[in-house]
């Protein structure tokens, strides 16, 4: 993994030039253009012909526009069936003068899922992949229910939904938390005590966000409805989702590039990646 490339994505999607990427805003237009831009170059396709599929709904008599950005990775064996990852890539923008520019929340994971779906494009899977890049996830899930309506039939075929939201944590953060619903439908015993038990070097993953820096806030969560995955949980769809849970700079103007832990971000990623390859390998082995 191209840990320098990682970093450089992180560092442009959290900077001050996109203005905390808003939902409807500039600066979240913007976000999105050198979203599928970044796609484009790393040879992703377009998903149904066009990276960027737009959405709007009313809010207070004023229609709102977002943009959700999908690309696609053809799979080896399986080219019909898919597993989904997503990333939401809006923020909070700017409040009084300050602006909230969400590195942690979630350019962290727009960056792991740019580098990941260069890397599968590069060597694809034996699933298809989605890179679902979700605008308004801030705002009630906005974009990641778009994508559900407008998509409906294409649920039929999604095997997974792997959820990134918040992997950089602040600097003393040191695990990776993660959640997962109905992957025994999916894995055998063996495979599914192998995905929970599995060790990185140096890095800790942990299941439940439970105990998570003893945060109240974490405690009365409800994690399956927390970020986009729960539009896929409501569909009965296999998800995991994989963050580190709140911590104090959580929207905040601090939540900032250089406030983030970059070593535990590049291991996170890596992680993730180790594990969506087993559960590739897994899925496929089944009948």
């Known amino acids: 993994m191209e840990k320098q490339l990682l970093l450089e994505y992180f560092k442009v999607i959290s900077s001050d ?16 253009e050198y979203i599928y ?17 737009a959405f709007s709904f009313n809010k207070f008599n004023t229609v709102i526009q977002g943009n ?7 799979g080896t064996h399986y080219p019909n069936q898919y597993i989904v990852l997503t990333a939401h890539y809006d923020h909070l923008g700017k409040k009084n003068n300050r602006i909230y520019n969400g590195a942690d929340d979630n350019a962290s994971g727009t960056s792991a899922l740019l580098i990941i779906a260069k890397m599968l494009a590069e060597s694809p899977l034996q699933h298809s992949i989605l890179v ?14 778009a994508f559900s309506k407008e998509k409906q039939k294409l ?84 998800f995991v989702y994989y963050g580190v849970g709140t911590h104090h700079n959580y929207h905040k103007s601090s939540d900032t590039y250089e ?21 590739d390998s897994a899925i496929s082995s089944k009948p």
């Open 37 to 53: 831009t970044q796609l484009k170059s790393s040879g992703v396709l377009p998903f149904e012909g066009k990276f960027k599929h």
């Open 155 to 238: 649920f039929d075929d999604i095997k997974l939904n792997i959820n990134l939201d918040m992997l950089s944590g602040a600097k003393q953060t040191r695990k990776l938390r993660y959640i997962s619903r109905r992957l025994d439908s999916l894995l055998t015993p063996s495979e599914l005590n192998t995905f929970k038990t599995k060790q990185f070097k140096k890095f800790q993953l942990v299941k439940g966000f439970k105990s998570a820096h003893r945060n109240v806030l974490n405690k009365r969560v409800n994690w399956d409805m927390a970020s986009d995955h729960w539009v896929f949980h409501q569909q009965g769809i296999p």
């Open 17 to 32: 030039g996109f203005e905390g990427r808003k939902l409807g805003s500039v600066g979240g237009l913007k976000a999105s």
């Open 259 to 279: 406030n983030s832990n970059l070593l535990f971000f590049f291991n996170a990623t890596n992680a993730i990646y180790q594990q969506l390859l087993f559960l």
């Open 68 to 74: 959700n950005v999908i690309g696609e990775i053809k």
């Open 132 to 145: 679902l890049f979700t605008d308004g996830e801030e705002s009630n899930l906005k974009g990641a229910k």
